[in-house]
Structure formats: C-alpha cells, structure tokens
C-alpha cells in the first residue's frame, strides 16, 4: 500500500425533477426511475494521510480516535475502511463547504463518495465514476441499510448535469446533458438558492415515501414524465417552461409523504411565485435545507430582500464530479 497523503473534491448537487422515483420501491415495479440534476461548486473535501502509529483518527464534526475499525461510530467511515480493508494507521479528515446535515444537497453521499476516491487513491489505485457510485450505494443501501435512492452517490461521482435513469435490474444509465454556452448561462442566471436555516432528517421522509409508493405509483410517473419533458426544455433553452415542469414536480413531490413541505415553506414559495419565479422546489427529500427557485434573473433582488430570513447562496454548475485534487508522497 502507498503511503501518501491524499485530498479528493466532490461535489454537493442539485435536483430538478424526478427524485424519488431513484427508490428501489418505484423501480422495481417495472417502470425505470428518471432524475434530472446537476452539481454546483460547492465541495466535500476528504484528506486522508497515514498516521504515526495504528490508530484510526477520523475528524468531523467530531473526532474520534480509535484502535480498531469496528470501534468507529462514523457508520460510512467504518464500512469504507472495512470494504477496501485498510485496518489502521490513518487519519481522515472531511471540510465542506455546506452544513453537512439535513441541507437536501446529497452531503451523505458526497462524503462517502469522496472518501471512497481518495482511500482508493491511497492505496495507489483509480476508481472510475461508476465504480465509486456503486460502491457508495452498496455501503449506505445494501450494508447500512438507510433508506433513499441512488442519485446522490451517481451525482457525486459523475458531475455534471445529468439524467439518470433506475432500471429495475439494478443498473443506472448516466446519461450527460449536451448544452450550449447560451443554455448553461441562462440556467445559471435563472436559478436561485435559497437556505431555509431548518434542518431536517431525510431518513424519516424517505421511510414514509418508501411505504407509500404503491398509494402514490400515479404521482411517481408523471414525475418521471416530467423528467423527460424537462430534458427537452433544456435543450431549447426555455427557461420558462423548465419552470413549469419544476413547479408540477413540486406539487406532486409534496404530496408524496408526510413532512417533505410545511405551511411556512409554502407560504415562502407561493410568494416567490407571485414576485416573478415560474417554479422551483424544496432540494432533496424536503421539509427543510435549500430552497431552489427558477426566476428570471432580474425578480431575483426582490425575490432575496422579500425574504431576509432566508440566506442567499450563489452558485455555479460543476462539471468535474469526484477528483482526487492533491496527492503528496
């Protein structure tokens, strides 16, 4: 194994239309998932160095220093380390650029994403994209057990802007939106985001969605429909009607499950609409974190000063996905 110091950069995402039809529940009956989404510059940062004797440090928004690798609490930590069986002597360290709980922005997945690239870059070996979404979703899904979809981990690896597509085999096509110089800056200067300063348990929502699909099965196509008619609006570069099929999907996204919407948030929204915003979305499973509008960008000082509660967070699309950004022998 080398030993190196190593710092991979993954980036945190947005969705647009479609999430939840990422849910095992959904695509196994049949019907493929559909998800529209794109990373921002805004990062996961994931050091990892060899430490002087064989303990295990790992520092978030905690530190733990322990001997073994079943004694660390980090669950994604421990089944990382175990997966690629490194059993000691290493330190890891995570920045992010968010608050890394409850923000709708995929920061789980990122991280383990993240941290799966660089222990791998650690070990002196490459992990493609699909390799490390893979691996995430066999750690949070299949050995944790957490509730939830596949778009975060592909999102974090990948980058870009993407629709994937859940197929009931297991499989996920990755497919990368062609757009212009045009398109990319309209959509840029079109979209607004918003920090609620609620966070919230995604893990509880995505329960509630996942026993309620079969209640809920019509809601989930049209969803996934809107997925497909979003695509071809990026591809005219109508920001008008992608507003539309952001609105649709939110409507019928909030009422999926209990908790993904509130009478605050949608006193919030239905107000941005009124100011100018064609439609937009709670980011994630709901009921707090990030507030994503699509307006044109001259509502957007209005639509800010409306709302000082809210923090404002500029942004741009990322196009890079996972990156190992540092390596040092």
């Known amino acids: 194994m080398k030993t190196r110091m190593i710092m991979s950069r993954t980036p ?29 510059d805004k990062y996961i940062y994931v050091a990892v160095n060899k430490k002087f004797d064989h303990r295990i440090r790992v520092s978030y928004s905690t530190t733990e220093i322990v001997d073994s690798v079943e004694e660390i ?22 920045i992010s650029d968010i608050p890394s709980r409850g923000t709708g922005l995929g920061s789980s997945s990122t991280f383990l994403v993240g941290l ?33 979809g596949k778009q975060d981990q592909y999102m974090a690896a990948y980058g870009g802007v993407q629709l994937m597509e859940f197929n009931p085999d297991e499989s996920v096509s990755v497919n990368h939106v062609i757009m212009n110089e045009n398109t990319r800056t309209s959509i840029e200067s079109w979209l607004l985001l918003l920090y609620t300063g609620r966070e919230r348990s995604s893990t509880d929502i995505h329960r509630k969605q996942s026993s309620n699909v079969k209640n809920t099965e019509e809601m989930y196509d049209r969803m996934r429909e809107i997925t497909y008619e979003a695509l071809k609006k990026i ?43 064609i439609g937009g979305k709670i980011i994630g499973a709901g009921g707090g974190g990030f507030l994503l509008l699509l307006a044109p960008p001259e509502t957007h000082p209005e639509i800010i000063s409306e709302f000082p509660e809210l923090r404002h967070e500029p942004f741009r699309i990322d196009y890079s996905g996972s990156r190992i950004i540092f390596v040092g022998d």
């Open 12 to 40: 945190l995402r947005i969705s647009f239309t479609g999430g939840g039809t990422d849910i095992p529940e959904y695509y196994r009956r049949g019907k493929n998932g559909a998800v529209l989404s794109s990373s921002i």
């Open 73 to 94: 609490l980090h669950p994604s930590v421990r089944e990382a380390l175990k997966l690629l069986e490194i059993d000691g002597g290493i330190e890891i360290v995570s």
């Open 116 to 148: 799966l690239n660089a222990l791998h870059a650690y070990r002196g070996e490459h992990a493609s994209p699909g390799e490390l979404a893979r691996e995430a979703v066999k750690i949070e899904r299949e050995i944790l057990k957490e509730p939830g």
């Open 235 to 277: 591809g005219q570069s109508d920001m008008v009607g992608l507003g539309e099929c952001l609105h649709e999907n939110w409507m019928l996204k909030k009422n999926l499950a209990d908790g993904i919407s509130s009478e605050w948030i949608d006193s919030i929204y239905e107000k941005a609409r009124e100011m100018g915003a």
